[in-house]
Each structure stands twice: as structure tokens, then as C-alpha cells.
């Protein structure tokens, strides 16, 4: 990718100019039989249609925390790329009194409730369909970023030495989560074109490096699977083999 991307939304917008049709995010979830394929493009208008939601609708501004109450799914990827995209800190698993606004999946709306600012539900289910009774409280995403629009222009830039995102304890700023990206995409031997299949938790760095971040830092695209431990040994080889899988980062 291009050497003078200093964010994760600067990775983004590279990988748009260089393969805006190649996929990027390849979703399963084991639990439901879902299967999702976004290319970079449409990864991208989700990221600027969320991003668009996050600093008008919600009125967040560079430096808010986000706590990020999500599991390992596309859609939990689209508002880490939005939230590098707007300045806003995302804090994955973070406390949610503590927290400017919250993002939660439909397992942790109590515990999201702590929080005295935006709160933002999903309901996570096949196609990012809506919740059948929007939780009280909560703005239902899946009914509110469809009208959002489909570019997006921070107020004031990003800055790559702001913090961008925090994760079991770990600070890094956007400059710091690319070379970390990057190094790691190194080690796990991703290159332009590399399918790389992961069933880590977006729970940890490890997780959301490989779930994410250094495929989109190597110009590679990844299969996340959520729920892979259901997946049996045959099974898992021949998603490998369909997906043209290249790489794999963990079983569970």
C-alpha cells in the first residue's frame, strides 16, 4: 500500500485507488450459515455512510471515546474504519459509563446502557437487517445509516498521533496501529492479493490485526469467521479451499 498512509482511513482510501472491486471482507458466522463478501468499495460506502452517522446524527468529534461492544463481524470492522475516520477513539470492549457514546451488539444492551451519551444498537443479523423491536434507548443502525450519505469529509483532519484505538489495555494512535499493521502483515506473509482466514475474536490486538488491519494494510483481503469452533476439520478445508485461502490465523 502506499507508504504515506499515516491512518487506518488513509489504508482505506489507497486500497480504494488501487482494486475498488476486489473483496476485502469475507464474513461467515457459523452459528447462523451467513455468508457476506464486501469488496473494498462497498466496504468503503459503508465505512463513509457510518462515518457520516457518527459525526452528524451522533455529533461525535475527534478525541470522544467510543465503546465498541461488538464481536468479530463485518460490521464491527466498518465502525473501526469510521471511527479512524472521524478522530474518534475506538475502545474495543471499553466501559461504557466511562465512554462519550456506545456501540453495542444485541448481547450487551444492559451493560450499554451505563453509558450517558449516544448509544447505537446492532442487531446483527444476516444482510445487517434491523432489530424486530428497535431496543429502548438505542438508535437502531440498521435503520438510521441507510440515509447517510455515501462520501465523507471529517470537519477538521485526523491526526495520525491522536489516539485511535484501544484494546486490552493497549493504546495505539493511527500512525502507530498502521506500523504495527504493517510489521504484522509481515510476519503473517501477506502480500497484494493474499486471502487470509482468521476465527480470532476482535477481542485483542491479535485478533483485530489479523481480522482487519493487516490484510488492509497488505492490500490482502481476509475470511472472518465468528463461530469457526463449530466448523469441523472437513469443513474448515474446504472453505479454505473455496476461498482461496493463503493464510490462516486461528481455529477459534
Known sequence: MNAIDRTPADLLRSALAVDPARPLVTFY???TGERVELSVATFANWVAKTANLLQGELAAEPGDRLALLLPAHWQSAVWLLACASTGVTAKVGGDPAEADLVVSGP???EEARACAGERVALALRPLGGRFPQPPAGF???AVEVPSQGD??????????AAPALIVGGLE???ERLVERAR???????LAQGSRLL??????SWEGLSAG?????????????????????????RERIESERVTVTAGRH
Do not use: I, K, N, Q
Open 107 to 109: 448481547d450487551t444492551l
Open 139 to 141: 438508535s437502531d443502525y
Open 29 to 31: 458466522d457459523d452459528a
Open 172 to 174: 495505539l494512535s493511527g
Open 212 to 236: 482487519l488491519f493487516a490484510p488492509l494494510a497488505a492490500g490482502a483481503s481476509v475470511v472472518l469467521c465468528r463461530h469457526l469452533d463449530r466448523v469441523s476439520e472437513d469443513r474448515l
Open 151 to 160: 462520501r465523507f469529509t471529517p470537519y477538521a483532519p485526523v491526526d495520525p
Open 183 to 189: 510489521a504484522d502483515a509481515a510476519e503473517l506473509g
Open 198 to 203: 482468521t476465527g480470532l475474536g476482535y477481542d
